[in-house]
């Protein structure tokens, strides 16, 4: 994916080159791997690599830092670093609403419970008596967080090679394309 020119000289005139980069504080403290770049660059790989890491990361809930972890994440593993932590907003009180429940009665499958009693247990709830028993929330927690590992692992899986055949198709149609025009 190429950036405009007006892009471009934006992101010089705000020093945000790799040019720029070199000899500054982040360039003395990582080195040169800083200046890689598929992590700047938008390739079907390094994006599939950042929606492998990023999607975990942020269905974990309650998790402090997501933003960080996945940049860190991401950093490590060569990945775009703007599509990892960008993934990381898709995590918040709005989508909450979605996200834990389904997390938790995924949760509560593993554990070995019956679909029709879960999604009982989901839709009756009576909240205000968890809040007020600490004991019932930590019990809970357990499945919540089972099922939001399995189903980040699972989601991140899978729109990695989502985003990976995509990436060759599109690369494959954009070689034809090449060359029935060169004829």
């Not at 960080?68 to 775009?80: E, K, M, P, S, Y």
């Not at 898709?90 to 989508?95: A, C, G, V």
């Not at 692992?153 to 995509?166: D, E, P, S």
Request: hydrophobic share 50%; proline share 5%; charged share 20%.
């Amino acid at each position: 994916m190429k950036l405009s020119l007006s892009i471009h000289r934006w992101l010089h005139r705000k020093k945000l080159s790799r040019k720029s980069m070199r000899g500054g504080f982040l360039h003395s403290k990582l080195g040169d791997r800083i200046l890689d770049k598929s992590l700047w660059r938008a390739t079907p790989d390094s994006i599939a690599r950042a929606w492998l890491i990023g999607v975990p990361v942020t269905m974990i809930p309650f998790l402090p830092g997501q933003s960080i972890i996945a940049g860190v994440l991401g950093f490590t593993f060569r990945a775009n670093l703007l599509v990892c932590i960008g993934l990381q907003y898709l995590s918040n009180p709005f989508t909450a609403v979605v996200q834990l429940p389904v997390c938790f009665f995924v949760g509560r499958l593993i554990q070995g419970n019956l679909p029709s009693t879960v999604w009982d247990e989901v839709i009756q709830r009576d909240w205000e008596y968890l809040l007020t028993h600490p004991t019932h929330l930590a019990r809970d927690l357990i499945p919540l967080f089972l099922g939001s590992i399995i189903l980040g692992a699972a989601i991140g899986v899978i729109g990695y090679l989502l985003i990976l055949n995509w990436g060759r198709r599109h690369a494959e149609k954009l070689a034809r394309k090449k060359a029935a025009m060169a004829k």
